[in-house]
């Protein structure tokens, strides 16, 4: 009887050990969005949110031209989920970047138009994130355009 207690009260403290700590109701989300002019290296640096990455490969996966950047600004804003959404003018897309060992990772690329926006904006509407060009609004998601919501 001693061993089974013994043995219950061991596993009971390895099962603790090996539990992470997860602090729940967390909310990532960026109140505005960041409008960041592209610097002549392809860089976007934003002080308020400490966060800078190099755009070449943005610019390569949605024109196929990786200094296309020039001359260029992205909008970018982050979820409550900490989900970065990132478009610019002319884009037919939002990308949807998920932060990881140092790295921005592609989680999602969300067709827009096939003729690309002219003005796009986003808004923090949570749980979504609203893309706002010429008078129309899309609700989005990590997982894509929120048909549903009007």
């Not at 392809?42 to 949110?49: A, K």
């Not at 989920?81 to 884009?91: D, L, P, R, S, V």
Request: charged share 25%; net charge negative; proline share 2%.
């Amino acid at each position: 009887m001693k061993l089974i207690k013994f043995l219950s009260f061991l596993l009971l403290v390895i099962a603790a050990a090996c539990s992470t700590l997860k602090l729940k109701q967390a909310d990532f989300a960026w109140p505005v969005e960041s409008v960041i002019s592209i610097d002549e290296n392809g860089r976007v640096s934003d002080e308020r949110y400490s966060i800078s990455f190099d755009t070449g490969g943005l610019f390569y996966e949605e024109l196929d031209d990786s200094s296309a950047y020039v001359g260029k600004e992205i909008r970018i804003l982050r979820d409550i989920n900490g989900y970065y959404f990132i478009t610019a003018e002319k884009f037919k897309n939002v990308y949807v970047f998920q932060m990881d060992n140092g790295a921005m990772v592609l989680d999602n690329k969300i067709f827009i138009s096939e003729f690309g926006v002219e003005e796009p904006a986003l808004n923090q509407r949570t749980p979504f994130i609203e893309l706002i060009d010429g008078g129309k609004s899309l609700y989005l998601t990590n997982n894509g355009i929120d048909r549903n919501k009007k």
